[in-house]
């Protein structure tokens, strides 16, 4: 069967009015096909009637009308400014419009005296005069001489489509182009829905909701339009989202059919915890562990994240799946994002684990591991006698042979990329598989991200613990902030002092670590013991540094933000962040967790620097208010945005065109559900309902989504 070709794949170039040079232009915009315009949405709507004479325009009011153009020119407003202005008349009075940016050669070109032209723009009123600044203003479309059916239509509509800018485009004729674009293609648009997603959440069918985006009717309704809630826009979000959904859907599919061993071990695990760490389990861990020990019990691999904020316990259930895997007769594979955290957890957790009742033996396979120790470690991994395997990514070398292993652990996962996730399956021994992150990650997000996993929520701290004091400080009151870590220091604690990463190329105003760490050392912490850690030393160098400071050896530690992940230190309760403006809210959450981890109390000091941010102020506000995590991840992602939430270009986000994860959290929410029904049903797309689905998958995310299991 040959595909037939699609007709939404014609080049934009050969829309009417478009052309080789406008192509380009659009293609800055990755429009290259008719398909792209069609999916190109309208930012907003403006209403604006045709106003029937000049002197009904209302100040304050978006309008258009016809008029005719008096006079026009340049005018020196001193300081070497320049203005055009274009006085307009029509039997009513007359009105004045203003440009303060134009192309002088260009724009006294565009008018001819006694023309008539329809000008649309907001009102305003200066010293007394009405005025239009920057209005448009294009030839009236008994003069334009085009007898184009949609621009004449495009010109009789209320509702204005004003679309994102596309450079070297003007508006109007942008609005052309996407009429002519919507009228000669949107009908042949091929539907994907099946019918009865569309039937069970009252969406349109394609054709329709692209004509009504792109050409509300004088009916529509403005408000709903300008929400992004009117039924066209949410057909078109509800698709984007569901196609992702679905992919996610095939994959964790996929993963589910795949075998594993069933580790079902019984016994009291609440018990042991109490006997291994002399504490008792909050009940949000007695429930993530019921979630845990279920999935290890099933014979298809567990695929679970594990979210739960700093200090809430995570580790620890870690470690008790590990016991009920050794009881299963299974090995257990613990991943550290560094060597010192690998080292950390293997310090704490073998001594706990070998005394336990189970005498769980622990090996540490990092690449500082060496020589004998390390033939050791191999040995005990392939043996079986290990139970549990701390280290880094070294594990996933090929020469790490597993006797049994039945559960991976994946701490701090933001470091892991989805590849290394597939590369652990890809030994074909199907493991269980933990991921375990301390940054609380939105709903959307995590249902886009880690759409393909279980989620499980750890939501409540250990009692007793006492929340780190916040206290937001301008720059100038950065001396409170140095204070309180020679206090800290003088009463036997120690403290970080962190600054955003500097770039070379930024070094200007920005109090980078290593020139503070030196003006520090002579000034204001005389005689404290300073160490420096930033992102451009080598690892080793960064480990050595780590360990001193956790020794004891050094007081205070400068550093860029590397301490972020998993560090901790418990003698150090007080931390300064400065720049912190620079910061986004969850990751200064992240940093702040690394203080008041023992009996010390932590307090943080956000230092906010850069001048006229009240705005920066207010937002580093929250984090005095709240140390609930997710509360702050919220409203980070809704300040920032999803793609700086996570920071990364890399995140591994799809770019959405339509869609928006802040906005349309509840069509998301709809979509998922669907597409993980419609999966459960049909869990090949093989009904010929389906069809249509299927293919647009994989023209869609077909490489993404698809191959990252089998690679
Ligand atoms: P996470 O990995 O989520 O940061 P950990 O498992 O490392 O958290 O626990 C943080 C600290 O709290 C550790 O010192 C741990 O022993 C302790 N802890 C964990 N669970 C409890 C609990 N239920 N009651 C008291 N202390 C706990
Ligand atoms: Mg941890």
């Given amino acids: 069967m040959t595909p037939e070709r699609d007709p939404l794949e014609s080049p934009i170039q050969y829309v009417k009015g478009v052309g080789p040079r406008l192509a380009e232009r659009f293609?800055?915009?990755?429009?290259?096909?008719?398909?792209?315009?069609?999916?190109?949405?309208?930012?907003?709507?403006?209403?604006?009637?045709?106003?029937?004479?000049?002197?009904?325009?209302?100040?304050?009011?978006?309008?258009?009308f016809l008029a005719q153009v008096l006079d026009f020119g340049m005018r020196h407003a001193g300081r070497g400014r320049r203005i055009f202005e274009?006085?307009?008349?029509?039997?009513?009075?007359?009105?004045?419009?203003?440009?303060?940016?134009?192309?002088?050669?260009?724009?006294?070109?565009?008018?001819?005296?006694?023309?008539?032209?329809?000008?649309?723009?907001?009102?305003?009123?200066y010293r007394g005069q009405r005025q239009l600044v920057h209005p448009e203003v294009e030839p009236a479309p008994e003069e334009a001489g085009e007898a184009d059916a949609a621009s004449e239509a495009l010109e009789a509509e209320r509702l204005i489509p004003v679309y994102p800018e596309v450079e070297g485009v003007y508006p109007?004729?942008?609005?052309?182009?996407?009429?002519?674009?919507?009228?000669?293609?949107?009908?042949?648009?091929?539907?994907?829905?099946?019918?009865?997603?569309?039937a069970a959440h009252g969406l349109p069918e394609l054709a329709a909701a692209l004509g009504a985006v792109h050409r509300p009717g004088p009916d529509a309704d403005v408000e709903l339009l300008n929400g992004f809630r009117s039924p066209g826009q949410r057909r078109l979000v509800f698709e984007e989202f569901f196609l992702l959904q679905l992919g996610l859907a095939l994959r964790r599919e996929r993963v589910r059919r795949q075998r594993a061993h069933g580790l079902c071990a019984g016994g009291d695990y609440a018990a042991l915890a109490e006997r291994l760490f002399g504490f008792a389990l909050t009940p949000a861990q007695r429930r993530v562990l019921e979630e845990l020990l279920r999935d290890l019990a099933a014979e298809r691999p567990m695929n679970r994240l594990l979210q739960g904020d700093v200090g809430s316990g995570k580790t620890a259930l870690a470690v008790l799946a590990a016991v009920a895997v050794s009881r299963a007769a299974g090995q257990t594979a613990l991943m550290a994002p560094t060597e010192v955290l690998a080292e950390?957890?293997?310090?704490?957790?073998?001594?706990?684990?070998?005394?336990?009742?189970?005498?769980?033996?622990?090996?540490?396979?990092?690449?500082?591991?060496?020589?004998?120790?390390?033939?050791?470690?191999?040995?005990?991994?392939?043996?079986?006698?290990?139970?549990?395997?701390?280290?880094?990514?070294?594990?996933?070398?090929?020469?790490v042979e597993f006797h049994r292993l039945g559960?991976?652990?994946?701490?701090?996962?933001?470091?892991?990329?989805?590849?290394?996730?597939?590369?652990?399956?890809?030994?074909?021994?199907?493991?269980?598989?933990?991921?375990?992150?301390?940054?609380?990650?939105?709903?959307?997000?995590a249902m886009t991200l880690y759409g393909d996993l279980d989620v499980s929520i750890l939501d409540e701290l250990p009692p007793g613990r006492q929340a780190v004091r916040t206290q937001v400080l301008r720059g100038g009151q950065v001396g409170q902030a140095y204070r309180a870590v020679r206090r800290e220091v003088e009463t036997g604690g120690q403290a970080y002092l962190i600054y955003p990463l500097v770039e070379a190329s930024e070094k200007i105003d920005l109090r980078d670590a290593t020139r503070m760490a030196e003006e520090l050392a002579a000034g204001?912490?005389?005689?404290?013991?300073?160490?420096?850690?930033?992102?451009?030393?080598?690892?080793?160098?960064?480990?050595?540094?780590?360990?001193?400071?956790?020794?004891?050896?050094?007081?205070?530690?400068?550093?860029?933000?590397?301490?972020?992940?998993?560090?901790?230190?418990?003698?150090?309760?007080?931390?300064?962040?400065?720049?912190?403006?620079?910061?986004?809210?969850?990751?200064?959450?992240?940093?702040?967790?690394?203080?008041?981890?023992?009996?010390?109390?932590?307090?943080?000091?956000l230092v906010a620097h850069e001048l006229g941010s009240e705005d920066a102020r207010a937002r580093l506000k929250v984090m005095e208010r709240t140390t609930d995590g997710f509360v702050i991840a919220e409203e980070d992602l809704a300040i920032r945005g999803p793609g700086e939430f996570l920071g990364t270009r890399q995140s591994g986000l799809p770019a959405f065109s339509v869609g928006n994860l802040a906005r349309d959290a509840d069509v998301l929410s709809e979509a998922r559900r669907t597409a993980f029904e419609l999966i459960e049903r049909d869990p090949e797309l093989r009904a010929p309902e389906h069809q249509a689905l299927r293919d647009a998958l994989w023209r869609r995310w077909g490489q993404r989504l698809m191959l990252a299991e089998v690679a």
């Fill in 27 to 64: 293609a800055a915009h990755d429009i290259h096909t008719v398909g792209d315009a069609l999916r190109f949405l309208p930012r907003r709507y403006e209403d604006r009637p045709l106003v029937a004479s000049i002197s009904a325009l209302r100040p304050g009011e978006q309008a258009a």
């Fill in 86 to 125: 274009l006085l307009l008349g029509d039997a009513s009075g007359r009105i004045l419009c203003r440009w303060f940016n134009f192309h002088p050669q260009s724009f006294a070109r565009r008018f001819q005296r006694g023309a008539r032209v329809r000008v649309a723009g907001l009102v305003e009123l």
């Fill in 172 to 198: 109007k004729a942008l609005r052309r182009i996407q009429a002519r674009v919507v009228d000669a293609y949107a009908a042949q648009a091929r539907d994907v829905l099946p019918a009865w997603v569309r």
């Fill in 344 to 399: 950390q957890h293997h310090r704490r957790i073998a001594e706990l684990l070998r005394r336990g009742p189970d005498a769980l033996e622990t090996v540490l396979l990092t690449a500082a591991v060496k020589g004998d120790e390390r033939r050791r470690a191999f040995e005990a991994i392939r043996s079986g006698r290990a139970g549990l395997v701390i280290g880094t990514q070294a594990l996933l070398e090929e020469a």
């Fill in 407 to 445: 559960l991976c652990v994946i701490d701090e996962q933001h470091r892991f990329g989805v590849l290394q996730r597939a590369r652990l399956r890809g030994k074909g021994l199907a493991p269980h598989v933990l991921v375990m992150t301390a940054t609380p990650i939105p709903r959307t997000l």
């Fill in 524 to 605: 204001a912490f005389r005689g404290l013991r300073l160490g420096l850690l930033h992102g451009r030393m080598p690892a080793e160098e960064k480990d050595a540094v780590m360990r001193r400071f956790a020794a004891g050896e050094l007081d205070v530690l400068v550093s860029t933000t590397v301490v972020e992940v998993g560090v901790d230190v418990a003698r150090a309760g007080v931390m300064v962040i400065e720049h912190a403006e620079r910061f986004g809210l969850s990751q200064l959450h992240q940093l702040r967790g690394r203080v008041g981890r023992g009996s010390r109390p932590g307090s943080c000091f």
